[in-house]
């Protein structure tokens, strides 16, 4: 019987926000940014959540989002790493007999049961997926003076989200692979199965409201998105 993990990154700085705390902790209608996900999770058919956030706010997650929300699915926090993929490689050695594992943002709150549901079974299905959306603006490539140089067609290009699922054994060998080649400019996990496994990732139909939290400007357009 297949079982699925889901990890959920809580344990980026924020830099960009501006704020004093961490964006994720951030409030949105009196709840933690966090919440939000990881309600989605845990009123989904995933069996575990692994949470991996800051060394200073694993208490913090423990006493003011498991405990105050009921929150069940939640086995363990993690601390996460100086990078998101030690952050992931963190969460990936937490879980516990999966079969596959699912990796989500925390700093996207708008993900639903509904997304998380149908991505399940694709995960199953193809073992290498990540939500996306196709973009809707041109897209210029630029030179180091910021001159463009190319026009790549649209047609062909995604905005990648997440979550992104894997076949839990698969991507534990990608990152041990990753980590003794000791290449290290890696974006997402899809970019380290694409590298070190070869293995194509299929990208599924996500939603535009399913948007990252990063600059200020976010959490006014999330608050019309999320679920309450």
């Known amino acids: 019987m297949e079982k699925v993990t889901a990890i959920i990154l809580a ?6 926000m501006g704020a004093e705390i961490p964006k994720q902790f951030m409030e949105l209608d009196g709840k933690p940014l966090l919440y939000y996900s990881l309600k989605a999770f845990e009123d989904s058919e995933v069996s575990d959540i692994i949470l991996v956030t800051n060394d200073e706010y694993m208490e913090y997650c423990q006493e003011n989002i498991i405990n105050k929300y009921c929150f069940e699915k939640i086995k363990k926090i993690i601390k996460g790493g100086t990078e998101r993929y030690w952050s992931v490689w963190n969460g990936l050695r937490a879980c516990n007999q999966t079969t596959h594992v699912l990796i989500h943002d925390a700093a996207r709150p708008c993900i639903t049961k509904e997304m998380i549901h149908e991505f ?8 290498c997926c990540t939500l996306g959306v196709p973009v809707k603006d041109t897209i ?3 030179d180091g003076q910021r001159y463009s140089v190319d026009t790549p067609p649209r047609d ?16 534990v060998c990608a990152y041990e692979m990753m980590i003794k080649s000791e290449q290290r400019d890696i974006t997402d996990d899809t970019m380290i199965m694409e590298r070190f496994l070869h293995k194509k990732t299929k990208m599924i139909m996500g939603d535009y409201c399913n948007i990252k939290v990063t600059t200020p400007e976010d959490i006014r357009v999330v608050k019309n998105f999320v679920k309450i």
Not at 120 to 127: A, N
Not at 156 to 171: C, E, I, K, M, N
């Open 120 to 127: 399940v079974h694709m995960v199953s299905k193809y073992g």
């Open 156 to 171: 062909s290009l995604w905005q990648v989200q997440t979550p992104q699922g894997f076949v839990y054994s698969d991507l």
């Open 140 to 142: 210029k490539i630029v």
């Open 11 to 16: 344990a980026g700085k924020g830099t960009r």
